[in-house]
C-alpha cells in the first residue's frame, strides 16, 4: 500500500549538512506547501547520547523526514521509535555520505558494501515505526561500481522491506576524494538509475545530483518516481516558489520574494526574543534574490551585518531596500 507521503516524494531536498537545519527548513516551506523536507543527517549516537535535541523542528515543516547515520541494529531501531514519537513522517538511513568521519564510525557510503548489514537495520527499524523507512545511496562505492553491485545491494535491501530508495546518480571514492568532490568529480549516470527503475519497477525511485532547473526535474519524473534537488534548492532558493504549481500542478499563488521576506520577519523576530542570532537565519537567505538586479547589494548587506550583536529584522529590511534602490 503506497505511504501516504509517496505524492509528497515528487519532489524533496536533499539532507545536507549545515545547511537543511530548521530554520532552511520553515524558510523553504513557505514557498513551497507540497516538498518532502529532510533535515540533515543525524547520528544515532548524537541522538541517544549527545546532550542537546537534535531532532527538535517546527510543525509548519511537515511533511518530514529524519536522516540517519548509523550502522548498529539496535541503535538505529531505537532512534527511529523516538523519531516516530517525535512526530517525523519518515526516517531515511543515510548509505552515500563519503566523509572520513562518517566512515571512520561505519556508516555512510561504506555501507554498500554490507548489503546484510543495511537489510537487517531497515528490518530492526521497520519492526518498530508504522511510517516509511528509506535509504539513500550510491550507485557505487570505489572500483565497486559495476550494475551488478548496484542491483545486489537493491535486491538485499528491498527484501527486508525497504521499497523506497533515492539515488544520487554518482559513486562515491572513499579515499582521496573530499566530500565537496565527491559532489562533483564522479560523473553522473542517469540513465543507470533509469535502468534501475526498469528492473524494479514495484519500487519507489528518487533521482539525485546536479538537478538545477524545471526542464530536467520533468525529464527524470518521465522516467522515475521522484526528484531530490540539493545544491540548487539552497543557493537559489527561490526555486521552490514554483514547485507546488510546476511540479505537484496545484493552483495556487507563487509568492514573490518580497512576500517571502515579509513572511519570514515573525519567525526571525521570534527566534531573536529567544535568544538567537539573526544570522542563524539570515545566512540561508542570502540566495533569494539571486538573478535579480541588485542582489548583490542584498547579500552583501546581510553577510556585512547579520552577525552582529543586536542585530535585528531591521537588517532583512534595509538589505532588501538597498537591493531595490540600486545601491
Not at 291 to 312: D, F, M, T, V, Y
Request: proline share 5%; charged share 25%.
Amino acid at each position: 500500500m503506497p505511504s501516504p507521503i509517496d505524492a509528497n516524494r515528487r519532489f524533496s531536498i536533499a539532507p545536507m549538512l549545515d545547511w537543511t537545519d530548521r530554520h532552511y527548513r520553515y524558510f523553504a516551506r513557505l514557498m513551497s506547501s507540497q516538498t518532502l523536507l529532510y533535515t540533515e543527517m543525524v547520528t544515532t549516537g548524537a541522538i541517544l547520547h549527545g546532550k542537546g535535541d537534535y531532532l527538535a523542528y517546527n510543525q509548519e515543516e511537515h511533511p518530514l523526514a529524519l536522516q540517519l547515520g548509523g550502522s548498529n541494529v539496535e541503535d538505529l531501531a531505537r532512534c527511529a521509535e523516538i523519531a516516530r514519537q517525535r512526530g517525523y513522517d519518515e526516517v531515511n538511513l543515510n548509505v552515500g555520505c563519503p566523509s572520513d568521519r562518517v566512515q571512520n564510525g561505519r556508516f555512510g557510503a561504506c555501507l554498500m558494501e554490507e548489503p546484510e548489514l543495511v537489510a537487517h537495520c531497515i528490518d530492526a527499524m521497520r519492526q518498530k515505526v508504522d511510517i516509511p523507512v528509506t535509504v539513500k545511496t550510491r550507485i557505487g562505492i570505489d572500483d565497486k561500481d559495476s550494475y551488478e553491485f548496484l542491483c545486489d545491494f537493491i535486491t538485499k535491501v528491498s527484501a527486508a522491506g525497504c521499497d523506497t530508495f533515492i539515488i544520487h546518480a554518482r559513486k562515491a571514492w572513499l579515499q582521496g576524494l573530499s566530500p565537496k568532490e565527491n559532489r562533483e568529480i564522479p560523473p553522473l549516470d542517469y540513465p543507470r538509475v533509469y535502468q534501475l527503475k526498469q528492473d524494479f519497477p514495484g519500487l519507489h525511485i528518487s533521482i539525485n545530483g546536479g538537478i538545477k532547473s524545471f526542464e530536467e526535474m520533468h525529464a527524470h519524473l518521465s522516467q522515475l518516481d521522484g526528484v531530490m534537488v540539493g545544491r540548487e534548492a539552497y543557493q537559489n532558493p527561490y526555486l521552490l516558489a514554483e514547485v507546488d504549481q510546476k511540479i505537484f500542478g496545484l493552483d495556487s499563488q507563487v509568492m514573490s520574494r518580497d512576500q517571502v521576506v515579509d513572511a519570514m520577519l515573525p519567525y526571525v523576530e521570534a527566534h531573536l526574543q529567544s535568544g538567537g542570532r539573526l544570522n542563524h537565519i539570515s545566512r540561508h537567505m542570502t540566495g533569494l534574490y539571486q538573478g535579480i538586479p541588485g542582489s548583490r547589494s542584498w547579500r552583501r548587506h546581510l553577510s556585512e551585518n547579520a552577525h552582529k550583536p543586536g542585530a535585528g529584522i531591521e537588517v532583512l529590511l534595509q538589505a532588501r531596500e538597498m537591493m531595490h534602490s540600486g545601491v
